[in-house]
C-alpha cells in the first residue's frame, strides 16, 4: 500500500513538472518580436499578435498593418541595397539593420538614440512616444527573420532543477540537512519541528522553481 502511495506521488510530482515546463516553454521560448515593452507572438510568416485586438500583420511584399494600444498604422517600406525606409503616416524613418547588434542604424546612431532617452521624474520612469523608432525595430526583426523570444532556454532548466531541488528537500528533509555536515554528529537526528521546518523549506524552493519553470517570473515581469 505504501508503495502504491509513493508510485502515486511520484506520478503527481511529474506531471506538475511536466505541464509546468511545457507550457513555461510555450510561453517563454516562442519566437515574436518586442514593440517597446509589448511582445507580440509569431503567429504565421506574416502575422504577429499580443492579443487578437494588438497585432503587426504583413498585408503585401512591403506594407504592414500595425494595431497597439487602440493605435493604427498602416507603414510601408523599401529596401535600397543595405539601406531600409519605413513611411509611417507622420513620419519616415531610414537606416541599415546590424543583424549583430539587434539595432537599426543612422548615421552610425542607433535610430531609438535619435529620439527622447526614457528619463525619470520624481522617482518615476517617464517614456516619451517613440512608437514609430520601436515599431521599425520590431519590422526589421521581421523583415530579416531576426526574431526573438521573451525568456533564454536556461531559465526553464533552473526553474525545474530548483523545482527537483525543493521535492527531494520535502521528501528527504533529514538527509538534506546532514548532507556534508553529518560527520559534525554522533547519531544526529532532527527533531519534529527540525523536520517540518525543512520540509516548508523545500516546498517554498519548488513552489520558486515552478514558478521559474512556468514562465510566470519572466511573464509578470514584463
Not at 509513493?6 to 511545457?22: D, H, N, P, Y
Not at 531600409?84 to 535610430?111: A, H, R
Not at 527537483?164 to 546532514?178: A, Q, R, T
Not at 537526528?189 to 520540509?199: K, T, Y
Request: aromatic share 14%.
Amino acid at each position: 500500500m505504501n508503495s502504491r502511495k509513493k508510485a502515486i506521488k511520484a506520478v503527481i510530482i511529474v506531471l506538475i513538472a511536466a505541464v509546468a515546463f511545457g507550457y513555461g516553454t510555450y510561453t517563454t521560448l516562442r519566437s515574436g518580436v518586442y514593440v517597446g515593452d509589448d511582445f507580440f507572438y509569431k503567429k504565421s510568416d506574416s502575422r504577429y499578435e499580443k492579443n487578437i485586438s494588438n497585432y503587426i500583420e504583413q498585408t503585401s511584399d512591403h506594407e504592414f498593418t500595425i494595431v497597439s494600444h487602440d493605435k493604427k498604422q498602416e507603414v510601408s517600406y523599401e529596401i535600397e541595397k543595405e539601406q531600409i525606409t519605413f513611411y509611417f503616416p507622420d513620419q519616415t524613418i531610414s537606416g541599415s539593420w546590424d543583424t549583430e547588434q539587434k539595432e537599426l542604424y543612422d548615421n552610425g546612431v542607433p535610430v531609438l538614440q535619435n529620439g527622447n532617452f526614457e528619463f525619470s521624474e520624481d522617482g518615476v520612469n517617464i517614456t516619451p512616444d517613440m512608437g514609430q523608432e520601436r515599431c521599425s525595430y520590431a519590422l526589421c526583426r521581421i523583415i530579416y527573420n531576426d526574431q526573438e523570444t521573451i525568456s533564454k532556454w536556461y531559465m526553464n532548466i533552473l526553474g525545474l532543477v530548483l523545482y527537483i531541488l525543493g521535492i527531494i528537500w520535502v521528501m528527504y528533509p533529514e538527509e538534506c540537512y546532514f548532507f556534508l555536515r553529518k560527520w559534525q554528529y554522533n547519531n544526529g537526528e532532527l527533531s519534529a519541528m527540525g523536520r517540518l521546518w525543512q520540509q516548508i523549506g523545500g516546498g517554498i524552493l519548488a513552489v520558486f522553481g515552478l514558478f521559474i519553470m512556468s514562465g510566470m517570473a519572466t511573464i509578470l515581469e514584463k
